[in-house]
């Protein structure tokens, strides 16, 4: 059974892969296929992850901050949604949202996971990656 931490990394891995296709091909199909993957990901880190750090003293501030970017991204995902693919200020929202996005994927994969091994135990990082697999098949139906 695969750990939060493996799932995290494979979907951070294909989140940047469409990114640089939405940006390359000014493609908003592509962007939508992005902000569903991006949305079903921040909610089941929100939901599932987060709070087991949120509540140990020496993870809560990592867990805060990850929300924080997480709100960031929403707006400008919600911006670059409303925005025509033909508006020039498009492409320039992505990069922002994919420099945003790059930023908390690195700070995830070094600060929180390093956090978050030394407060959970391996079993407790399968089941929460297990939760996070069950909430993304409901959540796409």
Do not use: C
């Amino acid at each position: 059974m695969d750990k939060i931490y493996d799932i995290l990394k494979q979907e951070h891995v294909k989140v940047m892969q469409l990114f640089d296709e939405a940006i390359s091909k000014e493609s908003k199909d592509v962007f939508m296929q992005l902000k569903s993957e991006l949305d079903i990901h921040m909610e089941g880190e929100e939901k599932l992850y987060y709070p087991q750090l949120e509540n140990k003293k020496e993870a809560t501030e990592v867990a805060l901050e990850g929300y924080e970017e997480h709100h960031v991204a929403k707006l400008l995902l919600s911006e670059i949604e409303k925005t025509p693919v033909d508006d020039k200020r498009w492409v320039a929202k992505m990069k922002v949202l994919k420099e945003t996005v790059e930023h908390h994927v690195k700070e995830e994969e070094s600060e929180i996971f390093e956090k978050s091994r030394s407060v959970l135990s391996d079993s407790q990082a399968e089941e929460i990656g297990s939760k996070y697999m069950e909430f993304k098949q409901e959540q796409s139906g």
